[in-house]
């Protein structure tokens, strides 16, 4: 017999059984990543605006021996180190540096690395610096919302967000133009390499989409690596994969977040996963409790309602697994591995 609470028909018995994904997390903590030689400019406990400077990024990073002498008694490793003219009996060479942050000490000297400045590393959103570790990284709580993907390539990269293509659509090359130069755009079920390339080589910040081959990310990852040794290094891009690498639209929740956010500034960071957002003034409804989507097999990407549970059913190669019952808009019911759906929580 149905239930009702608030004038809702309670779910079909089951879906309790069924994984819940949650789509968005409130004020999470990003981690934005430093290479050792990377300079950073605040300190735990400050405050930071969306944009606000937190490091000084270095290129093509070199590490010199510096006597002791010059470095002092008290230094530790992480400290920033300037020459300050009383570096005595260095070799001057190549190799040396005027500055940079001590990695360690040896018998008589200290390691340090520096090199040329290529950027600054901003701040995605607005947040409260929580620890500042000197070639690791730095914690910051920030004040936005967050769309967890799974998979980010570069960044962190902030821009006005453009809708491109829907949730089944594919973003095209002939589609992109100086025009989004600074924007994030989601580039619907999937995008290729050369794509993405042609992408960061027009200005584009971002892209959002729901999945890219693991070939193409790799295309794309030595394309980055290349372009950030290169003489003139490009501005921050990242590539935010929402589902994984196998071709499937984006979950019907996220589109509908990503339309209510079109033309507002939003962030991509790398860890976790994630789009940032200030909540919009007119959130986008919420799914159904009943919504259920098929995250792996044949029917990848299929959403609809859940009817409840169908027991063991076999499925490929003789295996018997618990499957439950999913409306999906066709004659009969999609019969699914309870470990191949998810419901959004």
Excluded: K, N
Excluded at 2 to 28: D, I, K
Excluded at 170 to 198: C, K, P, Y
Excluded at 245 to 272: F, M, N, T, W, Y
């Amino acid at each position: 017999m149905t239930t009702r609470q608030r004038g809702v028909a309670a779910p079909a018995p089951g879906l309790e059984l069924v994984a819940p994904r949650t789509l968005v997390l409130g004020t999470p903590v990003a981690w934005l990543a430093l290479t050792p030689g990377d300079r950073p400019l605040v300190a735990a406990g400050e405050s930071v605006l969306a944009g606000a400077p937190l490091a000084e990024r270095v290129r093509r990073g070199r590490v010199a021996a510096v006597p002791a002498g010059a470095v002092g008694p008290s230094a530790t490793p992480g400290d920033w180190w300037l020459d300050g003219g009383r570096r005595r009996g260095v070799r001057r060479s190549r190799s040396a540096v005027d500055e940079g942050e001590l990695l360690f000490r040896a018998t008589d000297t200290w390691q340090v690395v520096g090199g040329e400045r290529d950027g600054l590393l901003e701040a995605p959103a607005a947040g409260i610096v929580r620890a500042v570790r000197p070639g690791s990284g730095i914690s910051l709580a920030t004040a936005a919302a967050a769309l967890i993907g799974t998979i980010v390539t570069g960044g962190p990269a902030r821009g006005r967000l453009e809708v491109l293509a829907d949730a089944e659509g594919e973003l095209s090359r002939g589609a992109l133009d100086v025009g989004l130069a600074g924007a994030i755009v989601v580039a619907g079920s999937r995008v290729d390499a050369e794509t993405l390339t042609r992408a960061r080589a027009m200005g584009i910040r971002g892209v959002v989409v729901a999945a890219v081959s693991s070939r193409d990310l790799r295309e794309f990852a030595a394309s980055e690596a290349r372009q950030r040794a290169s003489f003139h290094p490009p501005a921050p891009f990242a590539v935010l994969v929402l589902e994984g690498h196998l071709r499937q639209p984006i979950a019907s929740p996220a589109i509908a977040l990503l339309l209510a956010l079109a033309g507002r500034e939003v962030a991509i960071i790398g860890d976790p996963p994630a789009l940032l957002f200030d909540p919009p003034a007119v959130p986008p409804p919420p799914p159904p409790i009943d919504l259920v989507r098929v995250r792996y097999g044949p029917a990848a990407g299929r959403e609809g309602r859940w009817l409840g549970l169908a027991g063991r059913r076999r499925f490929a190669a003789g295996v018997h697994l618990e499957a439950g019952l999913v409306e999906a808009g066709e004659a009969r019911p999609l019969v699914v591995p309870l470990a191949d759906l998810e419901r959004f929580a």
